[in-house]
């Protein structure tokens, strides 16, 4: 992938920078504010990225594209708050969602990495992806990944095995401790059922509602049925909804067509201002198009027709997944060792056990999942394992060089890619351990996108130290975009780089590069991409 250009602006202002270059670019300034940062955050923000922009900048007004290149193919991707326009083969994809946008990124430029979440493989979300070759200038934390929530650096890790071609299974239990632990645990388990006098009831109603008597026959067809019942649910209501977006999509694609054949006999124009010019607007607050226009329109129609397929292809997926659920659930509710009928009889019962109960039915969890690590511990390929390792340790490795090359009396060794919560990185040593880091990806996993690091001599690194950093990442086959600021006596530093590309922001206006002199360009790319703004 090469970013050859990036847009930002709206019917009154714009900004455009178009002087990449495929090699290693810094852009660079004699003072802060001058549009450094919110030009590299619009770049990923326009490959949806989460937005990472400062509150003083009202992202949402804007629409940010970015011109690529990825193999021989040009793409041009447009993004306005949530709304993907894609120009691509000559070819309009319209997409209403960063979710979207995944499935067209997924099946046209890179297949993700898939990592396993929730106990279903999924494909890894963007934000977390990008952090594989982008690093922002704010909320930098060297003990887990950025915008931690939803995903975790256990998933970011996940997915660089998964980048390698790895198993994505996940180990790190010692089998002796957990034996011990079963052990313990059973013998506190024996102990409470004999004191407890209440199981020694011989009701037979006891006897079949019981938790603690029939655990297995009880315990677990209840939990069973009920995460049946939730994940059946679940899938039934994304079905659904994928069902309904692909009905809209064809209603939507009718009316057009209907449209093709009215034009065609006569005139639509607007009735309060007599104008022939017809709008389609993706959705509510999305983007607009000039469908007055026979070529837009077929561009538009192709474009519905491609977001009806995915959603085609998505229902199906959730078909498949629901049917599965669904035989599940058949299936136990074949087991005639205890009817339906008494679970949800006793189940009040069973919900108020007593407190040595409860206990029981806490060591009972506790065992269960131990025994399911022994079982996933024994089912793990071996050379899944020794591979995972072997890829971690060759990333830690040139973690290590790149730093000793840069620092050679400091001879740090790294040990994991992740500090621990008591040791964290700031300043230029910050800025070396990401630049370690992102580097270390590159040369490992080989990976073909640019690498991009705001602010990449954060805590004045030495301009020693500096040109090693670029001499190093000047060798590697990916783009290279950084950014940085220069001190008075630094000014012109970068003349004596023969191999980089020198873009300078110094003469931008402070807090705000939009203007109205980028405004030709800007709408331009805009009629490219058939946008009515």
Known sequence: MIINAIYIGNEKEAFVEKRFKSYTNIIFSDDNNRGKTIVLQALYYALGNEPIFPESFD???????????????????????????????????LYNSVTEFKYFFNKFIF??????????????????????????????????????????????????????????????????????????????????????????????AARVAHYTLNKDAITQKLKNLNNL?????????????????????????????????????????????HSHHIGYKNQKEGIQFDISNLDIRKNIIESIKSRIEMFSEEYSSLEQQCYIKQSKLKELLKDEDISLENLLMYKQEINQTENADMRIQQIDNIITKYRLSLKQSSSIDESADLKKKALMQEILNEMSKFYNLIDPEGSRIFSNIFTTKGETFSGS???????????????????SFPIIMDSFRDGEISTDKEDIVLQLFSKLPNQIIFSSTLKAEEIGKYNRYENINKIDYSSHKPHHILNNKNLEDFYDIMNILLIKI
């Open 111 to 204: 297949k993700l990495p898939m990592i396993i979440k929730n106990e279903q493989f999924k494909t890894v979300e963007l934000f977390l992806f990008y952090q594989l070759f982008f690093v922002g200038q704010d909320n930098r934390i060297s003990n887990n990944i950025i915008n931690s929530g939803y995903c975790n650096k256990d998933d970011f890790i996940n997915m660089l095995f998964s980048y390698a071609g790895i198993q994505n299974v996940t180990t790190d239990i010692n089998p002796i401790e957990i034996k011990e632990k079963i052990n313990e645990l059973m013998s506190e388990r024996n102990t409470l059922i004999k004191e407890n006098q209440f199981l020694k009831n011989n009701i037979l």
């Open 429 to 447: 040593e910050g800025a070396l351990f990401y630049l370690a880091r992102i580097y270390a990806y590159a040369k490992v996993l080989k990976h």
């Open 229 to 273: 019942k939730t994940e059946i649910i679940k899938i039934q209501n994304d079905r659904n909804r994928t069902w309904n977006r692909k009905i809209k999509n064809e209603i939507l694609l009718k009316e057009l067509n209907s449209l093709n054949n009215t034009l065609s006999e006569g005139e639509v124009v607007c009735l309060d201002c």
């Open 59 to 93: 992202y949402k007004n804007f629409y940010f594209v970015i011109d690529i290149n990825i193999g021989y193919e040009n793409l041009i991707i447009c993004r306005n708050k949530n709304n993907f326009v894609i120009r691509m083969f000559n070819q309009i994809y």
